[in-house]
């Protein structure tokens, strides 16, 4: 059976050329980077260039990247450290975070009492720029500010920009989660400050379990992983160096082509999005899908009836590969925070379509086609 995914905010596939220069690094290329001899020295060169590499691409000094496991790892240190050593002591974010921030605050709240406010969310599920500003005003504590550039499950936007002028503003610490925007967007940390952002290679065609925290030079903080040396003291453990290799590069290639990508990838979401209209007329979408909305992300708010019951699964078995939310509430029907604080009062089964700069118009063909026949 043919399968069609369309769940890339998920993940997406490893590409052969990035496999390509992560393979000298599994086999012969094998040193650790802290070693004084050749092996060792290698390896460090290539977690360096690409260091360059990623740093040239947010418009930052090398020095400000640090190479980690991936957006949970990211999301925490700058989240704990900002707390730790940047007299934080307010935190102000969102009630529709990805877990790796909702969680992470929540329970620095519980344990260390921490002050915890949440934005208002408008009613297509965007950051309420005003209610951030009155939380900023009244604020007696120094804040952080933890707010996502992209929503995984529905896609929209935040405007950074305007959070980044009112953290200057009120002289709040800025960290953003931009998993869902680094390699799909132009992201420029010169033009829009912040203190803080990460970056996930698996969300681009890059390996799973790598990542990246830009942490902007006029900020010090302690490590948060305690032990070796490495990542210039800040992040200890021996480096993933075919893992860094590899997000440099699914870097470099999503980056190539960015504005054709993002112009295609706005129109395979506006074509799937028409033709699941004129499929099912009475269709509703989570979230703003027109304006300050991902390319990538189209969600789609199917009434819950007994056509929608099982529709997740009848689609998986149909061959096509979507989910009910973000990635961990895969396959579940419903259960996502995030619908339900801005849809409290609708039974909405949310079925997210997400499209990475390799997704076609045949394979959307393919799955309205299956949408609709699962639905009449
Ligand atoms: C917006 C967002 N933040 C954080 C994460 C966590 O990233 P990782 O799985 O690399 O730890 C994800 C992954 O789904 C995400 O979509």
């Given at each position: 059976?043919?399968?069609i ?7 997406t ?5 990035v ?8 086999t ?5 980077p ?10 460090k060169?290539?977690i ?5 590499k ?21 999301s925490?240190t700058?989240?704990?450290?900002a707390?730790?050593?940047l007299?934080?002591k ?9 877990h790796?921030t909702?969680?992470?605050v ?11 406010s ?5 009613e ?11 939380i ?23 405007d ?18 931009t998993?869902?925007?680094?390699g799909?967007f ?11 952002l ?17 942490i ?7 490590p ?20 860094i290799?590899?997000f ?9 082509n960015i504005d ?12 799937m ?9 009475t ?30 699964m ?7 590969c979507?989910s ?14 995030v ?17 990475s ?20």
């Amino acid at each position: 059976m043919q399968r069609i995914y369309l769940d890339n905010a998920a993940t997406t596939p490893l590409i052969p050329e990035v496999l390509e220069v992560m393979l000298p690094y599994l086999t012969e290329k094998f040193g650790n980077p802290s070693s004084i001899y050749s092996y060792g020295r290698e390896a460090k060169m290539a977690i360096e260039e690409a260091r360059k590499k990623v740093a040239l691409h947010l418009n930052c000094k090398p020095g400000e990247i640090f190479f980690t496991s991936g957006g949970t790892e990211s999301s925490n240190t700058a989240i704990h450290c900002a707390l730790r050593d940047l007299g934080c002591k307010h935190i102000i974010t969102s009630p529709i975070e990805h877990h790796a921030t909702l969680h992470t605050v929540e329970y620095i709240n519980k344990s260390q009492g921490v002050k915890l406010s949440y934005v208002k969310i408008t009613e297509n599920g965007h950051v309420d720029i005003d209610s951030l500003e009155e939380i900023l005003k009244n604020a007696t504590e120094k804040c952080l500010v933890t707010l996502m550039h992209a929503n995984n499950e529905i896609g929209n936007m935040l405007d950074l920009e305007a959070v980044s002028n009112l953290c200057k503003k009120y002289n709040a610490i800025l960290h953003s989660d931009t998993v869902q925007t680094v390699g799909h967007f132009k992201i420029d940390v010169q033009k829009t400050p912040v203190h803080f952002l990460n970056g996930a290679g698996h969300k681009f065609h890059g390996p799973k379990g790598t990542g990246i925290l830009y942490i902007n030079n006029e900020v010090n903080i302690q490590p948060y992983l305690m032990g070796g040396a490495q990542e210039r003291n800040m992040r200890a453990g021996t480096e993933n160096v075919a893992g860094i290799v590899g997000f440099a590069k699914a870097l470099d290639l999503a980056m190539e082509n960015i504005d054709a990508d993002v112009k295609k990838g706005y129109e395979l979401k506006n074509y799937m999005h028409e033709e699941l209209l004129k499929a099912i007329p009475t269709l509703k979408f989570n979230g703003d899908v027109q304006e300050q909305s991902l390319y990538s992300v189209l969600n789609v708010a199917f009434d819950v009836n007994d056509n929608t019951e099982m529709l997740l699964m009848n689609l998986d078995m149909a061959g096509i590969c979507v989910s009910g939310g973000s990635a961990c509430s895969s396959g579940a029907s419903g259960g996502s925070h995030v619908i339900s604080h801005i849809y409290p009062t609708e039974n909405r089964l949310p079925v997210r379509f997400s499209f990475s700069r390799h997704s076609t118009k045949q394979e959307v063909d393919i799955a309205v086609v299956k949408v609709k026949e699962l639905m009449s």
